[in-house]
Each structure stands twice: as C-alpha cells, then as structure tokens.
C-alpha cells in the first residue's frame, strides 16, 4: 500500500483562520463594581439615589434639560438590548422621540417623571437591581434629576466595561 506522498499527491496542511468576532447578544458587564448579590441574584444600584453629584456632566443635563437626559438613556438602553453592545453615538444629545414626547408632557402637565418609570424598571430589570413598581414610581417623583442621573450611571458602567472595543 503506497501513501499520498509516493503516489505524488502532496498534502497541504493549514491552520484554522480567526472568524469575524463573535457578538453576543446580552451585553457587557452587568455588575461591573462587582456589588454583591443576594439569594435571588438581585444587587444594589451602582449608585446610589442621592449621588447626583458625582458626574457633573448628567447633573447639568438632567437639571435642566431632563427631556434629553430621558430620551439619551432610553436610546442607550435600547441599544445595548437590541445589540448587546454600546450604542457608538451614546454622548450623543439628540431631541427626537422620547425626548419630544416627555417634553410635551413637561410642559402640559409637569409630569415627565412618569416616563421614567417604565426606563427605570428597565433598567432595573437589565441589571438584576433590587426594586419593585413602588420603588420605579417614587425615585422619578421625588427628584427626577436624580432617578435620570443614577440610570445613566449603571448604563454607563457598562458601556465602559467594553473597553477600546467600541472605540
């Protein structure tokens, strides 16, 4: 019995090349402060309530223009949904949609807060946050500014945890 190599034929051998990188749907970091978790895997905000000042950037916009801090949270979040990456234009301010139509409710009404109810259960829910529907209602009601602040923060953790990725 004669091999390949005796009856002419010659084998090639090649190595296995890299494939276009793997997007997995379901994001980056959720707990990227490592928080503890408890029995039901559910875990603290990042931040808390009351820790508005600690980016000055989200204090300024959602202080006077909570619309446009609404409507950039819920684009961002939706992003990372749909996509499980960052959305690339994520510091990107742009009133359009949900930023319009908490506007127009702002201004009829002075109840914009409601809004962001349903953002922060979201919210919630993504990152596995202790909370319930009270909790999502009260947070916007007593200080709006706040609520917007504390959501941009846990979304923006992580974002930052996919590092020079997105870049």
């Known amino acids: ?20 990188q793997m997007v997995i749907n379901g994001g980056g970091n959720r707990n990227a402060l490592n928080l503890p978790v408890d029995n039901e895997g559910k875990r603290d905000w990042s931040f808390g309530l009351l820790d508005c000042f600690g980016d000055m950037n989200k204090c300024c916009l959602a202080c006077w223009c ?5 409507g950039q949270n819920r684009r961002r979040l939706q992003y990372l949904n749909v996509n499980g990456v960052p959305d690339p ?10 930023s319009i139509l908490y506007a127009c409710i702002e201004v009829a009404c002075d109840m914009g807060w409601i ?31 706040c609520d917007l602040i504390q959501g941009s923060r ?7 945890s996919f590092g020079n990725q997105q870049k």
């Open 154 to 160: 846990e979304l923006e953790l992580e974002e930052e």
């Open 89 to 98: 234009d994520r510091r990107r301010i742009i009133a359009e949609g949900d």
């Open 115 to 145: 809004l962001q109810i349903e953002t922060r259960r979201n919210i919630r829910n993504r990152y596995n946050i202790r909370g319930s529907g009270t909790s999502d209602c009260c947070a916007p009601f007593c200080c709006q500014s």
């Open 1 to 20: 019995m004669s091999s390949n190599a005796e009856k002419g034929n010659v084998l090639q051998s090649t190595q296995p090349q890299a494939g276009p």
């Open 66 to 70: 909570p619309c446009l801090a609404h």
